[in-house]
T-cell receptor
Framework: AQKITQTQPGMFVQEKEAVTLDCTYD???????LFWYKQPSSGEMIFLIY??????QNATEGRYSLNFQKARKSANLVISASQLGDSAMYFC?????????????FGKGTKLTVNP | EAEVAQSPRYKITEKSQAVAFWCDPISGHATLYWYRQILGQGPELLVQFQDESVVDDSQLPKDRFSAERLKGVDSTLKIQPAELGDSAMYLC????????????FGPGTRLLVL
């Protein structure tokens, strides 16, 4: 079975500083995808970044980068130059190919608070 | 920018009543998903459609939940009768096709069952 673990229930960071949100995963699929989503208090899940298991380079999208360490089964999200608007819940998710379903398996999330 | 639409945004109902949620995916997206998110947890898939066909409904409580996507475009999720434990956020997502495509989510429907 696939599993995502996010061990940080809450994180605090000062505005303009960088922050790393941890994510480890477990899967027996040889091919899989890893995603990070942001969920503000309004509730919508906003896609941030994607990393494929066979991608050679770490994914980057603007201020977001994914530190992918396949051997350690970790996919940490790095947010550079934090902004007040980054305060939200962040979810790590994995998609595999088991059972023919393309469902995402989510972690429990990390609540990020950016302080001015 | 194209978005997934959901309605209503909020719903309060009494237990044993019926409720229905509607989702309109991004135009051209063949795959549609319904997730349930209980407070303090990540979303969990209830049902996945490819066009009008159900691909995965293994986690859908079929004694009270039903979902349809008759014309392969918009979709309705129904609960009848609602129970207290159904209070949650119901999220709809869509992706371009079955495969390695990013899922884009709607704003969700917050359900409170009293």
């Amino acid at each position: 079975a696939q599993k995502i673990t996010q061990t940080q229930p809450g994180m605090f960071v000062q505005e303009k500083e960088a922050v790393t949100l941890d994510c480890t995963y477990d899967t027996s699929d040889p091919s899989y995808g890893l995603f990070w989503y942001k969920q503000p208090s309004s509730g919508e899940m906003i896609f941030l970044i994607y990393q494929g298991s066979y991608d050679q380079q770490n994914a980057t999208e603007g201020r977001y980068s994914l530190n992918f360490q396949k051997a350690r089964k970790s996919a940490n999200l790095v947010i550079s130059a934090s902004q007040l608007g980054d305060s939200a819940m962040y979810f790590c998710a994995m998609r595999g190919t088991q059972g023919g379903s393309e469902k995402l398996v989510f972690g429990k999330g990390t609540k990020l608070t950016v302080n001015p | 920018e194209a978005e997934v639409a959901q309605s209503p945004r909020y719903k309060i109902t009494e237990k044993s009543q019926a409720v229905a949620f509607w989702c309109d995916p991004i135009s051209g997206h063949a795959t549609l998903y319904w997730y349930r998110q209980i407070l303090g947890q990540g979303p969990e898939l209830l049902v996945q459609f490819q066009d009008e066909s159900v691909v995965d409904d293994s986690q859908l409580p079929k004694d009270r939940f039903s979902a349809e996507r008759l014309k392969g475009v918009d979709s309705t999720l129904k609960i009848q009768p609602a129970e207290l434990g159904d209070s949650a956020m119901y999220l709809c997502a869509s992706s371009l096709r079955w495969g390695w495509e990013t899922q884009y989510f709607g704003p969700g429907t917050r359900l409170l069952v009293l």
